[in-house]
């Protein structure tokens, strides 16, 4: 097994829009020396300040994970990190000249083939592993979601979801090894219900959406009036609803890609520890919250170890 750091040979750039922000512009990836590690730099501040992907520098969780650092901000961070991850990428900048990831189809496909094309090569320095030698674990009672990080000789992980919806139960999504994250894990688009959609739209959120951007789930009963209104504030032509309860925008990858979409965005929030890791992740109904709540922890866990072998060599 190849354990070598990794960085792109080329810089590569990715054009498109926030999804909640609606700004256009362009995420271009560029090589970066061995033990940099995955940062940002919006070039279209004064200063052209620098942002480290750290768990740390979290500011918000809301539709997405964001962080920030001396007033500088990047949004939707997720789906790049997964594919930087998912790819063994350890050393890249990330320079943005708009505050919000582009979010393309709402997957990590397109960072992928961007980050292919650019083509990865080793470095000489060694991977720095995050080795899980106990178990690590975060729940939320009242919310029923559960993370559990467990040893193990390479990264894998299992997710389980569930809306208690017709429309959207459980489902299960597993992945054993990340060379299968490409073509996996990566396609699979974030998904939204109807009301969650109605309620962003009227609260101005979705300023870059439109209907390529998601899976939408239809949780309830709906007129063509409406999905006439959907699709006009949208600028599609008409809409309707398919027999399992989703909108027809798109067709699925998977049955289960709401549930491999989790995946990936577990892969993204984790990437803020800064290293890659060997153990194994079962999650049940996590999310953003969640998902960097549970990165903190696993953090202080491994600075507490490494404090005691500090006080015993």
Known sequence: ??????????????????????????????????????????????????????????????????????????????????????????NVLIELDMEEIPIQDGSAKYFVEALLE???????????YIVITEPISFEIPEKRVKLLLE???????????????????????????????????????????????????????????????????????????ELDRLAELFNKPKVKVKPEGVLNNLDLYFENEPARHKLLDIIGDLALLGRPIKGHITAYRPGHQSNTEFAKIIKKKLNNISDVKKTTV
């Open 151 to 225: 040893p193990a000789d390479h990264f894998s992980a299992c997710v389980v979801i569930n809306f208690e919806t017709k429309v959207l139960g459980e489902q299960v999504a597993r992945l054993q090894r990340m060379e299968d994250f490409p073509k996996e894990i990566a396609p699979c688009r974030t998904f939204v219900f109807l009301h969650e959609l109605e309620f962003l739209l009227k609260n101005n959120l979705v300023k870059g959406g439109d209907l390529n951007n998601a899976i939408v789930f239809m949780n309830r009963r709906v007129s063509q009036d």
């Open 118 to 128: 650019a083509g990865i090569i080793d470095q000489n320095a060694e991977k720095d």
């Open 1 to 90: 097994m190849n354990d070598k750091q990794k960085t792109i040979k080329n810089a590569v750039s990715v054009k498109g829009s926030g999804l909640h922000t609606g700004q256009n512009g362009i995420l271009t990836f560029r090589p970066a020396p061995e033990n940099h590690g995955i940062k940002f730099k919006r070039i279209d501040l004064e200063g052209q300040p620098i942002i480290e992907a750290n768990i740390d520098h979290v500011i918000s969780t809301d539709r997405g994970t964001t962080i920030g650092n001396n007033g500088a901000k990047v949004f939707t961070i997720e789906h790049v990190l997964a594919a930087l991850t998912g790819l063994g990428v350890d």
